[in-house]
């Protein structure tokens, strides 16, 4: 045929009965195939559901999706002679959904539009759709663009995407557990970095947030893409994961910690400018003794202001607390030979807090201490933070800044900047949120996460999970269930603020993907406002993240790719910014509604084969695919395959093998418990008020 509207008149199968905006109806002629068709020059199967026809017209030729096959009985008798009248006969029927138009391109190839410039009408035929014609659903044989499969109702042909259009705009792959989501996943992402491997240039940037552990071999012999894998407990092969509490923001502490917003979450926010202070500091000793100098002096300048030789009987017991813990830490700070500028003032410190001591305090009460003594503390507080601090003064700093300090000194942070005089009641309120600090950094999974190691800087940990030419694994499966929606958080939003950052700095962009297996988990819709003064979720915070990812990361060259077998239960503003959908099999009716309202026009009939779908069969649809086709997804080589097969139950009760017992389980669980395990956590504490280190003793306020 020389065009397209000139179809060999074999092709008929029927004629067009009824014509609407969405669905066309049809009658099929008595000649039409019954099962399979020869007319094409290859076998295939029609009359078929969600098979495909074609319908001439002026613009092209009109590609349609067969959503229904039936027989009906002819609506009125046919005159067949002047005095013959045939009586109703049942013809066979199918509904067709118009998908797009199908016309030749410049080298006489067929190209396919997606929607319907000029409807056919009544009586225009239906006709088989060639080889050629069907070949047009998939992108043409490129470097460019990536195999995932074929389509068994377009007589087999390949079923190429091209890697931009899926992941510039995101993509979710979408299905119940079992139907082969993450393997499509995994087999994308291989062709995709095949495809890229060898050119010229930075090559693939992937980083896999893994919540189940399965994708560890998915990405190995990958030629020279470098493959880097980081968990809780890192085995051969395998990295310690680090997410250091002091990159966390003052949001994702007060959601780790559960401080109350209106009464705990002003000091965790005012601590955290505290430490971070000291943060712009090179050594970490004298980070930490600025930081505590810098507490002290604020302290002392409020009580020489506000206090000064008066106060009631709390106000002066609080006074004295102060210089208790001033002086238990200066005597040590004038033994510390680290810092041999700091000891002079630290000695002057020392021996005012020992005056004052002596002066005001009767070994039971204490009493009023004079302005001046506060004026004196003061300025020696200021002198020796001056000597650490240098000629060149530190610049104001924000509680979220990502700056260095000890995370173990977060708790004493607290209580010191609740020790001023406006707040010196809060010590004892603020106990359950610095209890409950001290007793979740105590363990040991969240310390090899979060803890402060000295030789450890942002650049580093950037370069760990953002290197090029790398695919980064983050195994979050034995992250502790209490923060295992912040830590999350924390790599969004730090992936996120780094290309951000990176583009406003380089004017440019770093093509980077995200992966978020069983998104779900992570990426919750939104349930309800909370309180005023409830703490803000860890779960509220991963949404925040990823649905800001969502929104914004494509201008920075950040692209979300999800996984999840419950997309009901997604946060509404990530799906609906997914602009490419790989739907496998999905059973539940409420996400099957949910697919259908993402589906734009009449398309949505299409997902009713949804839970009919076999394992490694899904629906493409959206931005990728001029029209959504239903893929049988290659085969991925089951050593790469994710490990989240189906268990086989009958034939491990039956196997001879003897299975290993649960004692070398047990070992690793319980982690070696005759050795504390430091990975760089500190356990020296620095300065406790309220008794948590050992000061001078005193009778009980």
Request: with cysteine; hydrophobic share 45%.
């Amino acid at each position: 045929m020389s065009t397209l509207s000139e179809f060999n008149a074999g092709l008929t199968i029927g004629v067009v009965e009824s014509v609407s905006p969405n669905i066309l109806s049809a009658v099929m002629t008595p000649d039409a195939p019954h099962g399979t068709a020869l007319n094409t020059r290859a076998i295939t199967r029609f009359p078929r559901l969600n098979g495909y026809v074609v319908i001439p017209s002026e613009a092209g030729a009109v590609i349609g999706l067969v959503t229904w096959i039936g027989v009906e009985a002819d609506r009125s008798p046919t005159a067949i002679a002047p005095d013959i009248v045939a009586l109703a006969a049942p013809r066979r029927r199918m509904r067709i959904l118009p998908l797009g138009t199908v016309n030749e391109d410049a080298t006489g190839g067929a190209v396919l539009e997606r929607g319907v410039l000029l409807f056919p009408t009544v009586g225009d035929p239906v006709l088989l759709a060639t080889r050629d014609q069907l070949r047009c659903l998939g992108l043409p044989e490129t470097p460019e663009n990536v195999r995932i499969g074929i389509s068994p109702l377009a007589g087999g042909v390949a079923v190429r995407v091209d890697p931009d259009k899926m992941l510039a705009r995101h993509l979710a792959i979408l299905g119940n557990t079992g139907s082969g989501k993450s393997c499509s996943a995994a087999l994308f992402l291989r062709r995709a970095i095949e495809a890229a491997d060898g050119a010229q240039g930075d090559g693939p940037r992937i980083v896999v947030i893994d919540a189940n552990g399965e994708y560890q071999q998915a990405f190995d012999d990958l030629g020279s893409v470098r493959v880097r894998r980081f968990a809780v407990e890192p085995d051969e092969g395998c990295e310690s994961l680090r997410v250091p509490a002091w990159l966390w923001t003052s949001r994702e502490w007060v959601a780790f910690s559960g401080a109350q917003r209106a009464a705990q979450a002003p000091f965790l926010r005012q601590a955290l400018r505290l430490l971070r202070s000291g943060g712009a500091l090179s050594d970490p000793t004298r980070a930490r003794t600025f930081t505590v100098c810098r507490s002290f002096f604020v302290q002392a300048r409020r009580r020489a202001i506000q206090v000064g030789a008066a106060g009631d009987f709390k106000q002066r017991m609080d006074a004295g607390h102060v210089i208790s813990a001033m002086l238990a830490w200066s005597q040590r700070c004038a033994a510390d030979e680290t810092l041999p500028e700091a000891q002079p003032h630290a000695e002057s410190i020392s021996a005012a807090c020992a005056d004052a001591r002596a002066d005001s305090f009767d070994g039971r009460y204490w009493n009023p201490i004079d302005v001046s003594v506060w004026e004196a503390i003061a300025g020696h507080l200021a002198e020796l933070s001056r000597s650490i601090e240098g000629e060149v003064p530190l610049p104001d700093v924000h509680e979220d800044d990502p700056l260095f300090f000890y995370v173990e000194d977060l708790a004493e942070a607290i209580e010191l900047a609740a020790l001023d005089d406006e707040s010196a009641s809060a010590v004892q309120w603020l106990a359950p949120l610095t209890y409950r600090l001290r007793h979740l950094m105590g363990d040991r999974r969240l310390r090899s996460i979060a803890a402060t190691h000295e030789d450890e800087s942002l650049v580093q940990i950037l370069d760990n999970y953002l290197a090029p030419n790398q695919v980064t694994i983050i195994d979050v499966s034995l992250v502790p269930s209490a923060a295992r929606s912040v830590v999350v958080a924390v790599l969004a939003r730090l992936l996120f603020d780094a290309h951000e950052r990176y583009r406003r700095v380089h004017q440019a962009t770093r093509s980077t993907v995200l992966l978020m297996e069983e998104a779900h988990t992570f990426i919750t819709k939104q349930r309800g406002f909370s309180e005023d003064d409830a703490p803000t979720s860890a779960v509220e915070l991963c949404r925040e993240a990823f649905e800001r990812i969502a929104r914004e990361g494509r201008k920075f060259g950040l692209s979300l790719m999800l996984t999840s077998q419950r997309p009901a239960e997604l946060s509404e503003t990530v799906l609906s910014q997914c602009n490419t959908f790989l739907v496998h099999r999905v059973v539940n009716d409420v996400d099957q509604n949910l697919l259908r309202r993402l589906v734009p026009d009449a398309l949505g009939e299409l997902l009713a084969e949804l839970p009919s779908l076999p394992a490694r069969t899904a629906i493409l649809l959206g931005w990728a695919s001029e029209i959504p086709t239903l893929v049988s997804i290659d085969e991925l080589d089951e050593r790469f395959r994710p490990n989240s097969r189906d268990p086989r139950f009958l034939s491990v009760w039956r196997s001879a093998a003897t299975t290993p017992g649960w004692a070398e389980v047990v070992d690793h669980w319980q982690g070696d418990s005759s050795t504390p395990i430091h990975n760089g956590w500190k356990s020296e504490a620095s300065v406790r008020p309220g008794g948590a280190v050992d000061l001078p003793e005193e009778p009980p306020f």
